[in-house]
C-alpha cells in the first residue's frame, strides 16, 4: 500500500529554510535568517500537518462498447483524504480519443471524498485499450502526494456510426415468411393487390362493403404477401487507402466502407430482412451467417468494429462466395483497388447472384490525387484510376450496378431496377 510522500514543494522549502537559517546564523546575517522563517515556518507546519491514514481508490474498469462520436466517461472516487485535499488527475492523449478537460483536472475533496469524472469521446471504430489515467492526491499544503495503484485503461469496443439510410426500394428475389418486402404470390400483407369474391376462410375484417353492396355479392380485397430477402453485405478489407482523422475529419476508404456496411445492415435488418457478412482482406472478421433481428444487427456491428484491413492476402482470403446462392442479393462495398476484387464481383454474377458494388473510395481520392508525394507515386497513382476507371465502365457494360457511395439513397434506383430485372427468365450456372 502506497504511503504518503513529501512534493518537489515541500523538499524545496526545507532545503531552502533550513539552508538559509544556517547560513544566517553562521554568518551572523539577520536578513538571511528573516529570508528563511517563511520557508521554515510552512515547512514545520506541513510536516506537523502530514496525513496519517491511507486513502482509497475505485476507478471505473472492464470493457465497454459504444458508437462512433458517442460520449463515454472515466471515474474515479477517492475516499479518506485530509481535510482541504486536492486530487489532480490527467488522462493521457489517444489517437481518435477526445478527452474533456484535455489539460487534466483539480478536484477538491468534501469530507474526505473526492470524484474525479473525464469525459471521453471516440471518433473512430475499432477496438482498442484506452491508456490509464494518471490520479495523484496532495494534502491542503501541497506539501504531501499520495499517488493510488495504476488504474488499468478501459477495453473499449467503438462501434461504427449508424446514420439513418431512408430508402423506400424494395430487396429482390424476396423469400421467406416474414419481412416487409412484397411477394410474388397473393397472401396476408400489406400492400392491396385486388378485389375478389368471398371465399371460405377469408376474414371477415377483408370484406370490401362498397363492391358487395353494389354486386349483392361479398367481396373482399386481397393482398400481397409479405416476406423478407436474403442479404448479404460482402466488406472489401485488403485496402485501406487514404489518411483517417475519425469521424468529424477526412475519411479513408475502409472508413466509408465500414460505415456504410453498418448502415445497410440496419437498413434491411430494419425492413425484416435476413442479412449477413463476408470479410476478405481481414483474418480477424471474416464470416457472419445470415439472420434477422436486433441481435444480429450486434453481431455484425462487433465483426466491423474487428476489422483490421490489409492482414490477409492471396486468393484465399478474397474468397467471398462461401455457399452463396441463386437469389440473393450481395452488396459488395470496395474501393476497387485490388484487381482481384474485380474477379469476385464476376464469379458471384455467374452463380446468379444480384450483385451491387458499391464503391467507397474517397472522392479526392477517385479524381487522381494520390496519396503518394513524389512524382512517381502521382503518376502510378493516376495509372491505377484510369485502369480501375476502366474496370468500372466494363462491370458496367456487362449489367452489373456500380453506385458510388454518397449517403442514403444511393441505392435506390439501383435496387428498384433490380427488381424488375429478377422477374424476367435468366441463365445461371451452379
Do not use: C
Amino acid at each position: 500500500m502506497n504511503a504518503w510522500r513529501a512534493t518537489h514543494s515541500h523538499l524545496r522549502a526545507v532545503v531552502a529554510g533550513f539552508g538559509l537559517l544556517l547560513a544566517g546564523l553562521v554568518l551572523g546575517r539577520v536578513d538571511l535568517v528573516l529570508l528563511a522563517s517563511p520557508f521554515v515556518l510552512v515547512a514545520l507546519a506541513s510536516q506537523v500537518a502530514r496525513p496519517s491514514s491511507v486513502p482509497s481508490a475505485q476507478a471505473t474498469d472492464g470493457a465497454l462498447t459504444v458508437h462512433e462520436s458517442e460520449e463515454f466517461g472515466w471515474q474515479a472516487v477517492l475516499s479518506g483524504l485530509p481535510p482541504g485535499g486536492v486530487v489532480a488527475s490527467f488522462h493521457p492523449g489517444q489517437r481518435w480519443l477526445d478527452v474533456e478537460p484535455e489539460a487534466g483536472r483539480l478536484t477538491a475533496a468534501d469530507d474526505g471524498v473526492a470524484t474525479v469524472d473525464t469525459a471521453l469521446r471516440a471518433t473512430r471504430w475499432g477496438r482498442r485499450r484506452l491508456g490509464g489515467p494518471v490520479v495523484a492526491a496532495y494534502d491542503a499544503w501541497g506539501a504531501w502526494r499520495w499517488n493510488p495503484e495504476p488504474f488499468p485503461g478501459l477495453q473499449v469496443t467503438v462501434l461504427p456510426a449508424t446514420a439513418p439510410f431512408d430508402s423506400s426500394a424494395p430487396a429482390p428475389h424476396p423469400h421467406g415468411l416474414v419481412g416487409m418486402e412484397r411477394a410474388g404470390r397473393p397472401g396476408e400483407g400489406t400492400e392491396f393487390a385486388k378485389v375478389r369474391s368471398f371465399e371460405p376462410g377469408d376474414r371477415l375484417r377483408r370484406i370490401h362493403w362498397p363492391t358487395s353492396a353494389r354486386t349483392g355479392r361479398l367481396h373482399v380485397t386481397a393482398t400481397y404477401a409479405d416476406e423478407d430477402a436474403h442479404v448479404v453485405v460482402l466488406v472489401d478489407a485488403v485496402n485501406d487507402v487514404g489518411d483517417s482523422d475519425g469521424i468529424d475529419g477526412a475519411r479513408s476508404s475502409m472508413d466509408l466502407t465500414v460505415r456504410a456496411a453498418a448502415v445497410l445492415a440496419e437498413h434491411f435488418l430494419r425492413r425484416g430482412d435476413r442479412v449477413g457478412m463476408r470479410v476478405f482482406g481481414a483474418w480477424g472478421a471474416s464470416f457472419v451467417p445470415s439472420a434477422s433481428g436486433r441481435l444480429q444487427l450486434r453481431r455484425l456491428l462487433d465483426t466491423l468494429a474487428l476489422v483490421e484491413p490489409g492482414t490477409a492476402r492471396g486468393e484465399d482470403a478474397l474468397a467471398a462466395r462461401q455457399g452463396l446462392g441463386a437469389g440473393t442479393l450481395a452488396l459488395m462495398l470496395s474501393p476497387l483497388i485490388e484487381p482481384a476484387s474485380t474477379r469476385q464481383v464476376a464469379m458471384l454474377t455467374s452463380a446468379g447472384i444480384d450483385v451491387v458494388v458499391i464503391d467507397t473510395l474517397p472522392a479526392e481520392l477517385a479524381e487522381g490525387v494520390g496519396p503518394g508525394t513524389s512524382n512517381q507515386d502521382a503518376l502510378a497513382w493516376r495509372l491505377r484510376m484510369l485502369q480501375r476507371r476502366l474496370e468500372r465502365d466494363q462491370m458496367i457494360s456487362l449489367g452489373i450496378p456500380v453506385v458510388t457511395w454518397a449517403g442514403p439513397r444511393s441505392l435506390d434506383q439501383v435496387l428498384r431496377d433490380l427488381t424488375r430485372r429478377s422477374a424476367a427468365p435468366r441463365l445461371g450456372r451452379r
